[in-house]
C-alpha cells in the first residue's frame, strides 16, 4: 500500500514500503494466497460489466466456466488494476527503501525486486526469514 501511495502522489514523499508485492497477482495468483480461493465457486455463467470489460485484454470477454479459465482470468484482473510496474515511478525514487523476506511465500521476493528496479535510484534490502518472521 505504502509503495502504491507513493507512485500515485505527486510531490516528494518518503516511503519504505515493507513486503511489498508490485501488484496483487504475485500473492493471489502465484504465491501462498492463491491455494485459498476456491475458483470452482468463482466459475459461473454471468457476465462482467461492459465498463470492467474495456479495460480487460482482448481475449477476455466473459466470466470463465473452467477453473484454469478463472485462473487467468483472475490473473488478467489483478495485473491490469493493480501492477504498480504499469505506473510512473514516484516523482522521488531514491527516497524510497524496499524491504523484503528472502523467503517469502506470501509475496514473491522477485515481485518486490521488480518494483526495486523500477523505480530507479531505490534502496532495496532483503532480510533472512519469511513473511511472518521478518
Known sequence: MAACVAALTHYKVACV???AAHGAAGAWCKGVLGQTIDVRALCNP?????????LLPSNVSTWPCKSDE????????FET???LLLYKPPVAPDAAIFVYAQHDHFVPPSSTESLHEHWKGSQ??????????T
Do not use: I, K, Y
Open 81 to 83: 488494476f493493480s501492477n
Open 124 to 133: 532495496a534490502r532483503a532480510l533472512p526469514g519469511g513473511h511472518a518472521t
Open 70 to 77: 478463472v485462473e487467468s482470468l483472475m490473473l488478467a484482473l
Open 46 to 54: 454471468c457476465r462482467l460489466p461492459a465498463s470492467t470489460l474495456a
Open 17 to 19: 514500503p515493507l513486503l
